[in-house]
């Protein structure tokens, strides 16, 4: 196997003694998606390890309040932070957290999130920040600050590839990406910033922009390259289930550019009962998941992977340097 997955009895051992890229991986997701977003993450990164191999292990912020069912996950397969910090990985991943506060340095998490950035930046050759984590290294490291959309962007979007990228190497002149958030910090705050786009369009902006801090490589990700076939839809039908809840005000929009034709008339019946009656929290049990699953698809999933796959070698690539300098 190119991936190991790291436990909890084994320790930590970052050096990669056995010729293996150690990458960190913390899952910050809420409980209803940590499973799922793990399981995404630990794919793509498997598909991407055929020629670096790979050990992940795995952590997420104590601070993060858990349910019973999602706590014991992480007690069986996630290792403490506290192992972390003397620790010199090849890479971080860190995934977004669940937004409380339009301020993100009023979360309660924000202490550590910002100390593992920090610890990230000093301590390996690369970070991946994903989602809110991007925002939240955007914000400490160099002052932008996210704004709040007035409409979620959600959907799959053509972007743009920078081609001359170390990390577009391989990847087509355009690519779909999968957006799904609220806020967003704009293109040319990161341009004035010293960031560079990898992965972006005047559409929705930037997917995927890097900046060089000395040694280290900051990868930002707004897009969602690691998202699964099925995870818009589902993401849709969470906010369609608060929509019948009462804890939103509008029926969601349809995710942009991700439903085929097929689709749309299935998703035009079940939108029309909704509207029929009042609202009813059971009528999300009539959502069409089985139909919708035979029609969906993961277009960015190739191009997805090889961005990874470029990323593992970038990092191998300077791991090796900062061997040969030390």
Known sequence: MTLVLHGVHRGVHAGGSDGRLDIVFVNNMPDS???????????????ASAEVPVRLLRFTLP?????????RHIHDRYLPLDALWDTRPAAVIITGCEPRSADLS??????????????????AASTIASCLAAHAALLLFDGARRHHLLCKCSG??????????????????????????LNEVPTQALDSRGYRTVVGSDEVGWAVATKEYGDHLLIAMQGHPEY???????????????YLAGERETYPAVPVGYFPPAAQTILDEFHAMVSAGDRDPAVINK?????????????????GVQLYANWLLEVRRRVGSRVQVG
């Open 106 to 123: 009023a979360e309660p998490y924000w202490g550590e999130l910002s100390r593992l950035l920090e610890w990230s930046r000093e301590r």
């Open 63 to 71: 601070t993060l309040t858990r349910g019973e069912i999602a706590a």
């Open 33 to 47: 998606a940590l499973g799922a977003t793990e399981t995404q993450f630990v794919r793509l990164i498997e598909a």
């Open 156 to 181: 799959v979007f053509g972007q743009e590839v920078a081609r001359s990228h170390p990390l577009a190497a391989g990847l087509p002149e355009r690519m779909p990406m999968p957006h799904s958030r």
């Open 228 to 242: 699964d076939a099925e995870t818009l839809m589902l993401e849709f039908r969470r906010d369609v289930r608060r």
């Open 287 to 303: 959502f069409p998941v089985k139909e919708l699953l035979k029609v969906i698809s993961s277009p960015w999933r190739t191009p």
